[in-house]
């Protein structure tokens, strides 16, 4: 059973840091795997996907780079904001299968 | 295009009582998906449908939760009778290939059941 985990729970920085968000999962066989946001009260908005031939996406001040055989991804956020203040999800697709299996999340604040 | 739209966005029950969950996905989206999330659990998969059938029910916990697609543009998750541990929030989301592309989320409904 794939498991996704996300660490750490919870980073506070403080504004223009440049940051790494972390992604783990257990069972390499994915498809793809997606970067998601949530702000509170929100629903999720999806921020990159990467297909499990790539090796990094990237948009904006955002770059995510998947290493599928270690069964690692990491979000790279350059010169952080107050307002990238959010919850940051990742979440995989098996091969052969459409459900995404989601991480917990990293609770993001970026002070002033 | 509004998105995905979910209502009632905040909704408050007595143990016992039926709740029917609402979602319109976003137009020409062939996928729709139910989530639950809650601080124990994270995201859930609960439910999801291909073309208004559903593909795969494996994550609904019991048979008090059934979910049902009309047509493309509306399903209903519907909780019977709820339980006080059914509060979460449920999200719907809906995309155009299955779940293996860009999915796109509602903002969700708040369930507490007293």
């Known amino acids: 059973k794939q498991e996704v985990t996300q660490i750490p729970a919870a980073l506070s920085v403080p504004e223009g840091e440049n940051l790494v968000l972390n992604c783990s999962f257990t069972d390499s066989a994915i498809y793809n795997l997606q970067w998601f946001r949530q702000d509170p009260g929100k629903g999720l908005t999806s921020l990159l996907l990467?297909?499990?031939?790539?090796r990094e996406q990237t948009s904006g001040r955002l770059n995510a780079s998947l290493d599928k055989s270690s069964g690692r991804s990491t979000l790279y956020i350059a010169a952080s904001q107050p307002g990238d203040s959010a919850t940051y999800l990742c979440?995989?697709?098996?091969?052969?299968?459409?459900?995404?299996?989601f991480g917990k999340g990293t609770k993001l604040t970026v002070n002033p | 295009d509004a998105g995905v739209i979910q209502s009632p966005r905040h909704e408050v029950t007595e143990m016992g009582q039926e709740v029917t969950l609402r979602c319109k996905p976003i137009s020409g989206h062939n996928s729709l998906f139910w989530y639950r999330q809650t601080m124990m659990r994270g995201l859930e998969l609960l439910i999801y449908?291909?073309?208004?059938?559903?593909?795969?029910d494996s994550g609904m916990p019991e048979d008090r939760f059934s979910a049902k697609m009309p047509n493309a543009s509306f399903s209903t998750l519907k909780i019977q009778p709820s339980e006080p541990r059914d509060s979460a929030v449920y999200f719907c989301?809906?995309?155009?290939?299955?779940?293996?592309?860009?999915?796109?989320f509602g903002s969700g409904t708040q369930l507490s059941v007293l």
């Open positions: 990467i297909q499990s031939s790539q």
């Open positions: 989301a809906s995309s155009s290939t299955g779940g293996r592309e860009k999915l796109f």
């Open positions: 449908f291909n073309n208004n059938v559903p593909i795969d």
């Open positions: 979440a995989v697709i098996q091969g052969g299968s459409e459900k995404l299996v």
